[in-house]
């Protein structure tokens, strides 16, 4: 048995979100030795979308890989970072067919080798309570099965410092952006055993019900925030008390930065090779 450790990141929300990751993922990683981070980094521009600038700050910071939700279309100007980078996730069920269901830019994965393991990365979205775009659980049998005998033809893979890709079996990290705590569970115990780790995003809450599946893919419903915890998810309290107690929809903005600062997630460790966890911990 190999065991490799990887990270998944809760949504980073604003600049108190950006430096608290830049303060401690680096610590974590080197503490327990995590071979593999993922970091959800929809809300890092002002709690709304991304910036080019919030990306590379949490490429820096330790970051393999960098998914998204809903919120990462919020600023136009990063449509082009999702087109280029390849380590720049949106969900993979918006539409993609030029032709015949309209495009949105960007890729829902990403393969990549990092010393000698190959790892790759499913970013999708729910559709209870919020758009109604593609089905996640088809798209996530699409997904799979165009990895099953190889890169699908539209894969962004990639080696670091050119290292050709070996035929390794990959360890699969899933983060399923979504509101409703059904709709995760569900997606989850259909995806059991065959992703490694299968972790919720959206809601900020983290949740407290990580576990090994019976198929053997680590679990959580809600991997939680990066933020101000002194917030309403995140985001200043006293604009949410004002918009739930008056309904009127103030202009939200993102808690101060100030030393109340957290950083959420989980780490799994992974049989590298069955690609079956054996344990997950909240972060």
Not at 30 to 58: C, P, S
Not at 76 to 105: C, H, Q, V
Request: charged letters at 25%.
């Amino acid at each position: 048995m190999q065991i490799v450790k990887a990270a998944m990141i809760g949504d980073i929300v604003g600049d108190a979100g950006l430096e608290t990751l830049e303060a401690r993922l680096p610590i974590l990683i080197k503490e327990q030795q995590i071979d593999f981070v993922t970091v959800n980094g929809e809300n890092a521009a002002d709690g709304f979308g991304m910036t080019e600038k919030d990306f590379r700050r949490i490429i820096a910071a330790g970051a393999d890989v960098v998914t998204s939700g809903n919120h990462v279309w919020e600023k136009r100007e990063f449509w082009t970072i999702l087109e280029t980078e390849n380590k720049m996730l949106r969900p993979a069920n918006y539409p993609s067919d030029p032709i015949t269901a309209g495009y949105t830019s960007g890729s829902g994965f990403a393969f990549l080798n990092k010393k000698g393991k190959n790892w790759i990365v499913i970013n999708l979205q729910g559709r209870e309570l919020m758009n109604q775009i593609d089905c996640p659980f088809q798209c996530i049998d699409r997904l799979l099965k165009s990895h099953s005998s190889g890169a699908g033809e539209s894969s962004p893979l990639m080696a670091e410092d050119g290292i050709s890709i070996p035929s390794v079996l990959p360890i699969i990290l899933v983060d399923f952006h979504a509101e409703s705590t059904r709709e995760k569970e569900a997606l989850a115990l259909y995806a059991d055993g065959k992703v490694s780790v299968f972790s919720g995003t959206h809601t900020h809450v983290q949740t407290a019900d990580e576990r090994i599946l019976p198929k053997g893919t680590a679990y959580i419903t809600d991997l939680g925030m990066t933020g101000n915890v002194d917030s309403v998810i995140g985001m200043d309290p006293n604009i949410c008390l004002e918009r739930v107690r008056k309904q009127v929809l103030y202009q939200m903005e993102t808690a101060p930065v100030n030393n109340k600062g957290q950083m959420q997630g989980i780490i799994a460790e992974i049989d590298s090779e069955t690609g079956r966890a054996v344990s997950i911990k909240r972060i």
